[in-house]
C-alpha cells in the first residue's frame, strides 16, 4: 500500500487550483494571508496608498500561491468525480 500524501491543500473537485485546507499548516498560512492583507489594509489603506496596497496584496497572493503549489495535491482541471 503506497503512503498517503501528506497534502495541506486538496485539489478542487470541480476546475482546476486548490480548495480549502486539509491540515493545521495549510489553515495557518490561510489565516497568515488574511491578517497580512487585513494588516496591509490598516497600515497602507488603499484610497491613500494604492500601488502599495496593490503591490503587498499581488506579493502576499504570490507566496500563497507558491505554498499552494508545494503542499498542494498537484493541480489538473477536474470534471467531478474523476
Do not use: N
Request: with cysteine; hydrophobic share 50%.
Amino acid at each position: 500500500m503506497p503512503p498517503i500524501p501528506d497534502y495541506w491543500f486538496p485539489a478542487k473537485r470541480h476546475g482546476w487550483g486548490w480548495g480549502l485546507p486539509i491540515r493545521w499548516q495549510g489553515w495557518a498560512i490561510l489565516i497568515a494571508y488574511f491578517a497580512l492583507i487585513g494588516a496591509t489594509a490598516r497600515f497602507a489603506p488603499p484610497d491613500h496608498h494604492r500601488s502599495t496596497f496593490i503591490l503587498l496584496v499581488v506579493l502576499y497572493s504570490v507566496v500563497l500561491l507558491f505554498v499552494c503549489w508545494l503542499k498542494g495535491e498537484p493541480p489538473r482541471w477536474r470534471w467531478g468525480d474523476d
